[in-house]
């Protein structure tokens, strides 16, 4: 098999770090230093969704129950986004370390690895660094022989499902059913897996913790903006020079990135994946943090050359396949969506009903019953909005616009 | 929350069972919220539904459904909570705060009426080619939030074809909503099992395993998922459309049985509140529609109650007496959707069933023997036709067992619904109609045949003969009123006792079977009733188990909630309330009869006078009024 | 099926589920197993599967039609899955595509007639950056060309 490698440079995720630190740490801190420092560093969750780990890891601590579970989002399904998979393949230490200080600091004893089935090739990779980590008392009872702490870990795969990647849906899966996502409340923090308090962090998430543990929160909120403390993961692909994984300070703009990467020509990004907006050069200045021009880490570039209306249908086509569809507006919403693009895409279609399917987007976001329906019809309405000049009026784009 | 969590429903199908105060009065007990800014106080854990229904504030719902858990997947209950930056689903959200709702906010409506206009595009059909026309929840939602177009488009051509292969129950998925009901209901409530979601995305639909037909999958046809069913994604197999035929076909001698349960519920399909018996008024309406002769189901609900209660002691006299190996606890056989249920799930367990016939296959038997006989009608040229609340009816009545007069003992099995339909069709106003008698030579029957209809009515009618019978006093001097209450309401599984100390003589009819009774002195009779078929699947683990209903003499089983009232062929809507008020409609038709007994009907007593002359459950009875089963078993090839 | 197949099915399925466990949450990996094993799930194995964990068959048929890497019906003995989410598009998937097409004689979504191989398209691999990106089995291909990608049938058992 071809070794995958992608350029790696940043200063907080892909600095110095040796397998163990965060654990050793825990000889040292109290639970309350470890929520502490994470309150203190401003981390929130770098799945997409953006809610503070601490304040989740803090309420997972605070219920009460004879077993808690502490699970790693390893279902990275969003398109454009790989961030998980280098994480993954060349830092599990920061990853596996950070489960034990979650599983510690909330008080559970089995963290669970929810590894899409796509990623099955490194799975024997991960099984196989676990068992070193058990030699070496990093995992399995009283760990490094003065915590009293026990913990294992556990790797359970997914099934080719985008939905698992939502929380709810993800520990559905777990239970062993159809990946359809839960009634909220009640949070995944009193009542997830089998019912039991669970913490759900996405793997960069976990690999910022492992830092801010041994490196302290004051350090990991040097970099970021006010609101987004420290740096974030991107994954770049499409039109550039240098498509791959890259750790930039939140603040970082649009134009900046592009420069990072060699991106010439550009006409669009897709911020957020398929879930995500679509900006126009006009907005290059945009900054990425959870403030403004927010993702999970995708980050997709097109050219001059690209056809906007095409790039959408993709969106909307893998939204109509990967809906769970027991909800009515994301269910039978996407697929409306969809056949709107299609009328554009054949001419035969009213502004009147483009605009009518454009409100109905703005319902599924606040009537969807989970995050994939609520950000479903982001794409439809940013690249229909951002470029109907192209869309519509056929300047650039269109059938003969490539 | 006031849903049901059996924990074999999907976990993402169960809200969160918060266990509410049981005083809201103390403090904690209740909260303050906001509804469209009036403030009104809630018991902690409420949903925002019912805190809505509480309030007169009206929250349009049609996923929900109070006789199941919660979904939360259709979004038409959505409503705004302030704080949120999304709208949340009503019946899926406990109040645990003091929250504002606004329920018909700007953003409210119109996302109610995007989630509507999106069903309309998905479901097929026109609303005057429907026999849920003017009884859908849809049409209903439509019809409120003013929807005067198809704003996404109407499906024109069916994507599914319609599944006619069960003769109970028809799916056409075509009408499907994705609402989940029927899913909840077949796992959740009566734990067969049979539908659930296929696919995912936009092409998510309700299928069985495979995709199998349902007449090859084990569903038991109890049809409480048509009761629920919001659109007619799944309704009955109709029958009236043949026997229409045979009415109009002079050589054709059409008679007509009516159950108790659609006597109660029928006036429900003409407007009327539940819980309004029409029997005598329906009586005038079937012959007006040209029904030959109209009898009484609850004659054979008697004669059931001889048979299966000399069943019963036969039992017991060979296990306490004679020390045979027999099979205790003898469970009812009388709902076809229970016994389908053993036959599938407990097939090692068919011998415990009563090998007594029901009393609508009994009646069959009966009509097209002893009755045409005694009409002097050649049986070939009788049609019968069996008024039920009950869809597996329709399929007991083509069991291939059910040929014992030579013919097919029950031509047909009619709904309660189809009856309404039929009755209408024929211009009748059914609650207007005069009062009339049942046909002889079956007459009046006794009110133990009519409480059949309630659960825990099939072990009252028994007790009310068996205890008689056995302690030679009368039942009053045990039971007020007759009034058997230890087995009677809706709780999930009842269970009694009833030492015998003293015995009486045996009766003629008897007399053949046990020399006395002295062998039941001392001895306790131990019952239980069970409805629904989740419940049945605890007393019969049980009964594995070697626990306490394995100790049990008799268990009365029915398939359905709430027993034949809850029936699969009742009218829609169903819920706890109503199946209540048909339960107290059929006991009051019981207080107001002068017969309460099944060994006192006079009818039952001439029947084993004049033909069934070996007695309950002798030779020719056992022909015509007993049946076998079939091991049937999960496997699905 | 023959009698003695169903007999081994059955003690196979039951040694995977004394190895995860009879609780619903080993269904999915029971269900993994044996889609590895025999890329698919027989009709006879999903009702023993449900009679083991003691669920009803419709719900196992409900999660193998949820998840798009479990399937019913027989496929070939390798599936090829191609990204066709637009990162890779953008990264002439179709070259790839159409060279496969072309060379087992089949379309996406076909299996070949000797049941060598499965082609079907999948949701993002998360190797955008290096795309077109192939799943063969479990193993990923990125970077691919029509090239590397005939090599790569050519190797397959």
């Known amino acids: 098999m071809e070794k995958i490698k992608s350029k790696r440079e940043g200063a907080v995720l892909f600095s110095d770090y040796t397998r163990g630190d965060a654990v050793r740490i825990l000889s040292k801190m109290s639970r309350e230093d470890i929520l502490f420092e994470i309150k203190t560093s401003g981390l929130k969750g770098r799945g997409g969704a953006g809610f503070p780990t601490a304040t989740k890891w803090m309420l997972a601590a605070a219920s009460k129950s004879d077993a808690k579970y502490l699970i790693c989002n390893a279902d990275e399904g969003e398109p454009g986004t790989f961030k998980d998979r280098v994480l993954l393949l060349e830092y599990p230490e920061l990853v596996f370390d950070a489960m034990i200080v979650g599983g510690f600091t909330i008080g559970a004893t089995i963290g669970i690895v929810y590894l899409r089935g796509e990623y099955e090739y490194m799975l024997k990779s991960l099984l196989d660094y676990l068992d070193q980590m058990r030699k070496d008392n990093l995992l399995g009872n009283n760990i490094l022989g003065n915590t009293n702490f026990s913990f294992d870990i556990q790797i359970k795969l997914g099934s080719g499902a985008y939905i698992c990647g939502e929380e709810t849906a993800l520990i559905e899966s777990l239970e062993g059913n159809r990946g359809e996502a839960r009634n909220r409340p009640p949070y995944p923090v009193n009542s997830g897996f089998l019912g039991k308090p669970t913490v759900v962090n996405n793997v960069e998430t976990l690999a910022s913790i492992a830092h801010i543990v041994t490196k302290g929160g004051e350090w990991f909120k040097k970099l970021g903006t006010d609101k987004s403390s420290g740096s974030k993961l991107f994954s770049v692909s499409g039109d550039c020079e240098s498509p791959g994984v890259y750790e930039l300070p939140f603040g970082t703009s649009l134009e900046e990135l592009l420069k990072i990467v060699g991106a010439q020509n550009t006409k669009a990004i897709q911020v957020g994946g398929a879930s995500g907006i679509c900006i126009p050069k006009s907005q290059f200045k945009r900054k990425l943090s959870f403030e403004d021009a927010a993702t999970g880490g995708s980050i997709m570039i097109f050219n001059e050359s690209r056809n906007m209306l095409h790039v959408l249908k993709n969106f909307m086509e893998f939204f109509v396949e990967e809906s769970c569809g027991q909800c009515t507006p994301c269910r039978a919403g996407n697929m409306k969506l969809l056949e709107g693009v299609e009328m554009i895409e054949n001419g035969d279609y009213k502004f009147s009903y483009i605009s009518k399917l454009k409100d109905l987007g703005k319902t599924m976001q606040v009537a969807s019953k989970c995050g994939l329906g609520q950000s479903s019809s982001n794409a439809f309405i940013s690249i229909l909005e951002n470029f109907s000049e192209e869309i519509f009026n056929g300047v650039r784009g269109g059938k003969n616009g490539n | 929350m006031g849903t049901k969590n059996s924990g074999r429903a999907p976990v993402s199908q169960t809200g969160q069972v918060i266990e509410k105060p049981q005083d809201p009065s103390k403090i904690g007990g209740s909260l303050t919220i906001q509804i469209n800014e009036k403030s009104v106080s809630v018991p902690f854990g409420t949903t925002i539904l019912e805190a809505c229904h509480q309030n007169l504030v009206h929250i349009p719902t049609l996923c929900h459904h109070p006789d199941l858990c919660v979904a939360g997947v259709c979004r038409v209950c959505v409503v705004e909570v302030e704080g949120f930056k999304t709208l949340q689903a009503s019946c899926a959200f406990p109040i645990t705060s003091a929250i504002k709702i606004f329920t018909t906010s700007p953003k409210v409506r119109k996302a109610r009426r995007h989630v509507i206009d999106l069903l309309l595009s ?28 198809f704003s996404f488009g109407h499906i024109q051509k069916p994507k599914y074809e319609i599944d006619n292969s069960s003769y109970s129950v028809v799916r056409d998925m075509n009408k499907c909503v994705l609402c989940k009901r029927c899913v909840r209901t077949c796992i959740d409530m009566q734990e067969v099992g049979v539908l659930e979601s296929i696919n995912r995305g936009a092409e998510t639909y309700i299928g069985t395993f495979l995709d199998k037909p349902l007449s090859e999958v084990i569903c038991i046809k109890c049809g409480q998922c048509i009761n629920r069913c919001p659109t007619s994604a799944l309704r009955a197999n109709d029958p009236s459309d043949e026997i229409w035929n045979s009415i109009d076909d002079p050589k054709k001698h059409v008679v007509i049985q009516t159950a108790p349960s659609p006597r109660a519920a029928i006036g429900e399909v003409f407007g009327l509140p539940a819980g309004h018996s029409l029997t005598l008024e329906l009586n005038t309406a079937l012959k007006r529609i040209g029904f030959d002769k109209v009898f009484d189901t609850n004659f054979t609900a008697d004669l059931t109650i001889m048979e299966e209660g000399t069943e019963l002691i036969q039992r017991l006299y060979k296990a306490l007496v004679t020390k045979e190996p027999v099979y205790l606890p003898q469970f009812t056989s009388c709902s076809p959707g229970w016994v389908k249920y053993l036959e599938h799930f407990y097939p090692e367990y068919i011998g415990y069933l009563s090998s007594a016939k029901s009393p609508q296959q009994m009646f069959g038997a009966v009509i097209k023997t002893y009755y045409a006989q005694k009409a002097g009608i050649d049986p070939k040229d009788i049609v019968t036709v069996a008024l039920m609340p009950c869809s597996a009816k329709k399929f007991e009545c083509n069991r291939p067992e059910m040929y014992d007069s030579g013919f097919k003992d029950v031509d047909y099995g009619l709904t309660t619904r189809e009856l309404g339909k039929m009755i209408k069709e024929a211009g009748i106003k059914l609650p207007e109609m005069p009062k009339s008698n049942f046909d002889d030579p079956f007459g009046e029957a006794s009110g133990a045949g009519l409480i059949f209809g309630a659960t825990g009515g099939v072990m009252e009618a028994a007790l009310r003969t068996v205890v008689e019978i056995v302690t030679g006093e009368k039942i009053e001097s045990i039971f007020d009123n007759m009034n058997v209450l230890p087995v009677r309401g809706f709780e999930e599984v009842k269970y009694a006792e009833l030492p015998i100390s003293k015995v009486g003589p045996v009766p003629k009819i008897l007399q053949h079977l046990v020399p006395n009774w002295d062998w039941l002195k001392g001895v306790t009779l131990k019952v239980a009733v069970t409805h629904g078929t989740a419940n049945a699947k605890k007393v019969m683990n049980d009964i594995r188990n070697g626990g306490k209903f394995s100790e049990c003499h008799f268990i009365e089983f029915m398939a359905c909630t709430g027993g034949c009232l809850g029936g699969g062929g009742q009218p829609i809507p169903t819920n706890l309330e109503i199946r209540k008020a048909r339960a107290k409609a059929i006991y009051a038709e019981d207080e107001g009869l002068p017969l309460r007994k099944s060994h006192e009907n006079p009818n039952v007593v001439k029947i084993y006078e004049e033909y069934f002359t070996d007695g309950p459950c002798g030779h020719k009875a056992h022909k015509l009024l007993h049946t076998t089963y079939t091991k049937r078993g999960k496997y699905i090839a | 099926m023959l009698v003695l197949e169903k007999n081994s099915l059955t003690e196979e399925i039951e040694q995977l589920v004394n190895l995860h466990g009879t609780s619903r949450s080993s269904l999915l990996p029971i269900l993994q197993d044996i889609q590895r094993k025999y890329k698919h799930i027989s009709d006879f194995a999903q009702q023993e599967v449900a009679r083991f964990l003691d669920i009803h068959p419709v719900e196992v048929y409900s999660l193998v039609t949820f998840y798009s890497f479990l399937n019913t019906q027989a496929k070939g003995r390798n599936i090829i899955r191609l990204c066709k989410t637009i990162s890779c598009e953008m990264q002439n998937k179709e070259s790839v595509s159409n060279a496969i097409e072309r060379e087992l004689g089949i379309s996406f979504g076909e299996t070949t007639k000797d049941k060598k191989v499965s082609l079907e398209y999948v949701s993002c691999l998360g190797l955008c950056d290096q795309g077109p990106a192939l799943l063969v089995n479990e193993k990923v291909f990125p970077k691919m060309t029509a090239e590397k990608a005939v090599q790569i049938l050519s190797e397959l058992k």
Do not use: I, M, S
């Open chain 2, 122 to 149: 998905e479901h097929y059909g026109e609303c005057y080619t429907c026999f849920r026309n003017e009884n859908c929840e849809l049409q209903t939602l439509a019809k409120e939030y003013g929807v005067d177009e």
